[in-house]
């Protein structure tokens, strides 16, 4: 659980779920523009296929449209949320955690960190038939205790997600490729509040420091100061929307030892200052009569 001041910015919406002894759970989500998943990190793995609709994910930073067909993992090491843009979003969601898979594969999954692939007609197809099956068994099996066929759905899908990810069969050398970029955005995970440094980021992912910053790039289109910044400016959003916390305590909690550089970088990221970013949020619930989440 990670929790910074007094914000949870763990997702558990499905948590107590996974308590059992499979470590897993599926569903079948119909969402609407309402329905906002804000920035939000968890300690168990996440999968999702889009069968109707459009969103809007960003995750580390990066802003990715979300059509039928499209599905992702996100990983303990991922920040992000989800908007729904059309009237009905429906998508197939499947939360777990490590000691659900077998070691071989659980070993791929960790390895991989965050994806996302667009489907073929033909795999959506075969793709959406092995989840249907799949939540059927997991309905069924709540009333018995024989698992082994919701166990077996449930490994057939990630397998068939890394066949589909990797059509060359390439995967174990791919993934290898990106174990140091995981364990940099995990480091900032648990870091972004603390002064961290190119070179800080660049010693855990084991490389030198000019390389480091060319080979993150390359990966995450942008570079690491900048990506830093999104993740912080994205904490402080939270912030903002649902406390009365000072901005300069709010810089503090980032990870700015300057208020006012934070309110530079935060308007260069959301085109308006911290304070006029919490009025317009504020004001935005007061019209629509919603509440924030802390009420």
């Not at 996974?18 to 329905?35: I, Q, S």
């Not at 870091?191 to 993150?216: C, H, P």
Request: include cysteine.
């Amino acid at each position: 659980m990670k929790v910074v001041g007094n914000i949870d910015l763990t997702f558990y919406a499905e948590r107590e779920h996974l308590t059992n002894e499979m470590g897993f759970c599926v569903n079948r989500h119909n969402c609407t523009p309402k329905d906002i998943i804000t920035y939000h990190w968890h300690d168990f793995y996440e999968m999702e296929l889009v069968v109707e609709g459009k969103a809007l994910h960003t995750v580390n930073g990066k802003t990715y449209t979300l059509t039928p067909g499209d599905m992702y993992l996100v990983t303990s090491s991922d920040f992000h949320s989800l908007r729904f843009d059309t009237p009905n979003v429906t998508l197939y969601s499947i939360s777990f955690l490590s000691r659900a898979l077998p070691a071989f594969l659980m070993k791929k999954i960790s390895n991989l960190g965050f994806s996302c692939i667009s489907l073929s007609k033909k795999q959506f197809e075969r793709m959406r038939s092995e989840l249907d099956f799949f939540i059927e068994q997991h309905e069924a099996e709540k009333r018995t205790t024989e698992k082994h066929l919701e166990k077996n759905a449930f490994e057939r899908i990630l397998l068939l997600y890394l066949q589909y990810l990797f059509p060359n069969g390439d995967a174990d050398k791919q993934m290898k490729h990106v174990q140091p970029i995981q364990k940099v955005l995990a480091y900032v995970m648990e870091n972004y509040a603390k002064q961290i440094t190119l070179e800080d980021a660049a010693r855990v992912a084991g490389m030198e420091t000019t390389y480091f910053s060319r080979y993150f790039k390359q990966n995450m289109s942008l570079r690491f100061v900048p990506y830093l910044n999104k993740i912080r400016c994205s904490v402080a959003e939270a912030y903002l929307s649902s406390t009365e916390m000072p901005v300069e305590q709010i810089a503090a909690l980032t990870g700015y030892a300057s208020s006012s550089y934070f309110s530079k970088v935060f308007n260069n990221a959301y085109g308006q200052s911290p304070a006029s970013y919490r009025k317009q949020r504020r004001d935005g619930f007061d019209q629509r009569g919603e509440k924030s989440e802390t009420e």
